[in-house]
């Protein structure tokens, strides 16, 4: 079995059975792990940008981990499908739970990532753009955490670098810290908002 430290900077691992647990107050159930993110199914919907512990047990594992809502979306007719950014280290518990078939390598992951769209060149940012709070909660909240975080930042900063200039885009368009947390938000805000929000926050 290929151990989890030589896989854990891209690969999800998805679930073999159900497993249950909380976002906060709400019931939700897991998709996939990855060493810094989760997919969960929760019947009632969560809102961007919230904050709040997951926890889960399985057996003798149990995981109480710090996260935040980067992406939330209907899934189906009675339920929702969100993405969470986790931020504490848990690979230990990755592994247990790999090796007790709990969870296993997802074999599409690392194909589908280089397939994940990426933003097109800038363009003229309008004057006066719709930038909801949430967005701004969750630029903000990336950004001070990149911050406290030297290497971190240089990882998704690289990410973001080598994904523009995969899609014929030109990264030195962007300051380092605006391509690290739109890379480490998933790109689930658009790399202009990005720019804006952390050059508001400059003045």
């Known amino acids: 079995m290929e151990p989890i430290k030589d896989l854990r ?6 679930v073999t059975e159900p497993l ?17 993110g989760a997919q969960i199914e929760h019947p009632q919907p969560l809102r961007l940008a919230a904050t709040g512990r997951l926890f889960f047990e399985r057996d003798e594992i149990s995981v109480s981990l ?26 230990h518990a990755l592994e247990k739970l790999m090796n007790q078939g709990a969870i296993k390598p997802d074999p599409e992951s690392l194909e589908r990532k280089p397939k994940r769209p990426v933003a097109p060149m800038m363009k ?8 909801s709070p949430e967005q701004v909660l969750l630029v903000r909240h990336a950004h001070a955490r990149l911050k406290e975080n030297v290497d971190e930042a240089q990882k998704w900063y690289s990410r973001a ?17 605006v391509l690290a947390v739109w890379e480490y938000l998933e790109r689930s805000v658009p790399l202009s908002t990005v720019q804006r929000v952390l050059n508001s926050s400059r003045q």
Request: proline content about 8%; charged content about 25%; overall charge negative.
């Open 9 to 14: 900077s891209s690969e999800r691992y998805v």
């Open 20 to 36: 249950a647990g909380n976002f906060g107050p709400a019931q939700v159930t897991l998709i996939d792990l990855a060493k810094q």
């Open 66 to 91: 710090h996260a935040f809502v980067v992406w939330s979306r209907l899934s189906g007719k009675h339920g929702y499908r969100s993405g969470l950014r986790i931020e504490d280290d848990f690979v």
């Open 124 to 131: 003229p940012v309008p004057t006066s753009p719709e930038i």
């Open 161 to 177: 670098y080598f994904a523009l200039r995969a899609s014929s885009s030109d990264p030195t368009r962007y300051p380092e810290d």
